[in-house]
């Protein structure tokens, strides 16, 4: 099946998509003019500290308050102060101070990244905990392990990529390998490495000398974080009809990831858009719609709310006539386990998400379900969670907050 990046433009707005076949399987919308400031490094300062919740709020520049949780962060990067590194070193043997040992006041400016986008009424999350991704590894500061990502299963690989890696990280920061680093050659991994590290060099020693509410790193734009987070090698083409995105992205594949550039297609018919051809707004607005029928007549109803997202699977037109209810029941429940997986990464749900799937009276059939969602929901590359089924019959997934929900971003 060839997979495709379909990246285009509908009117102010840039649309990257995911295809497997015609079939789209991930998609975000980022507003041309919207400054995007997930990811972004900035020198923030210190507005007020709230002792009762152990976090303080930090403006970032324009007014822009960030909630900075303290008990996450052990090693703050702070203008005018003996730096973490430093602190590291003369405590090699200690892997966290107590907490709060480095302590912050309302006035300090300190070195933020931005880790999480506000969301209606809540603040952006900003974090001393700089992380630096690439393609293959991303620099962790305040973390001197070498991680590997859960989907390199090859006992061996990881091993050889532990090993490529090690040499490299310090008692300042660390590296988290992933999953796109599989069977890559020594030499690119080790490029990348270097790149991150002049990165936060940069970052790390002039940064803390710039004016405050210095942008000190910006993060590149959500269609070229698709290409570097996507599974790359499993991607054939990367195509656009838009001239300037074109440009955009072949100088990034050039500079951060030569072995892609090949995949790069400029699309021209001026009879038949991009768009069109994809029929990529009809399928965006059927990824918003609260109910999604299953081909053995249940359905889906998709509700996300505040706190959470609920997920009802229904028998409709499935159970009429039916004698063996419960075989019945257990098919529809794992059509519906694909489709929620798939729903999940198409809608960019995050947080938690309870989904009520009808109720079966054989505890295999259970265990079947559970064991079938949990190999659906590992093909997500963000980090999903299935938690467990509760005595009520609910189960609980938990997937990363990164980007804002698809119903928001096209709201």
Not at 120 to 127: E, F, G, I, M
Not at 228 to 244: L, N, P
Not at 381 to 399: F, H, N, S, Y
Request: charged share 30%; hydrophobic share 35%.
């Amino acid at each position: 099946m060839n997979h495709k990046l379909v990246i285009t433009k509908y009117k102010d707005t840039i649309i990257s998509s995911f295809f497997k076949g015609m079939e789209m399987v991930q998609v975000s919308l980022n507003p041309v003019n919207e400054d995007d400031i997930l990811g972004n490094i900035y020198l923030g300062k210190v507005k007020n500290i709230v002792k009762n919740i152990n976090a303080a709020f930090v403006e970032i520049g324009d007014g822009k308050i960030c909630y900075y949780p303290m008990s996450e962060n052990y090693y703050p990067i702070m203008a005018n102060q003996p730096t973490a590194k430093q602190s590291m070193e003369a405590q090699p043997n200690k892997e966290k101070p107590s907490l709060n040992e480095y302590k912050i006041k309302t006035g300090d400016e300190l070195i933020v990244q931005v880790t999480k986008e506000d969301v209606k009424t809540k603040a952006p999350v900003v974090s001393s905990n700089i992380n630096l991704t690439g393609k293959f590894v991303a620099l962790t500061y305040g973390k001197s392990i070498v991680g590997v990502s859960n989907k390199i299963e090859d006992t061996k690989e990881r091993n050889r990529l532990r090993n490529l890696v090690k040499p490299y990280a310090s008692k300042e920061y660390g590296f988290i390998i992933r999953t796109n680093a599989a069977y890559m050659q020594d030499e690119i991994i080790i490029k990348e490495i270097n790149n991150l590290k002049d990165i936060y060099r940069d970052i790390r020693e002039y940064g803390i000398h710039k004016n405050r509410f210095s942008l000190l790193y910006r993060t590149p734009p959500g269609y070229l974080r698709d290409i570097r987070d996507g599974y790359s090698d499993s991607i054939d083409e990367f195509i656009t009809d838009d001239q300037e995105l074109y440009e955009n992205i072949k100088e990034y594949l050039i500079k951060h990831q030569p072995e892609d550039k090949e995949k790069l297609r400029l699309y021209k018919d001026d009879n038949y858009s991009l768009s069109a051809l994809y029929n990529i707004n009809n399928k965006l607005q059927d990824a918003i719609k609260p109910m999604v029928w299953l081909k053995s007549g249940g359905s889906l109803v998709i509700q996300p709310t505040e706190a959470l997202t609920v997920i009802d699977v229904n028998t409709g037109k499935a159970i009429g006539g039916k004698k063996k209810v419960q075989e019945t029941f257990l098919k529809i429940n794992l059509e519906a386990a694909k489709e929620i997986a798939k729903q999940i990464r198409l809608r960019n749900l995050s947080g938690i998400i309870i989904i009520d799937f009808i109720d079966m009276d054989l505890q295999k059939n259970k265990d079947l379900l559970m064991a079938e969602f949990e190999e659906h929901l590992k093909k997500d590359p963000i980090k999903t969670t299935l938690v467990d089924m509760t005595a009520l019959g609910l189960v609980e997934v938990t997937r990363k907050k990164v980007r804002k929900p698809l119903h928001e971003q096209i709201m």
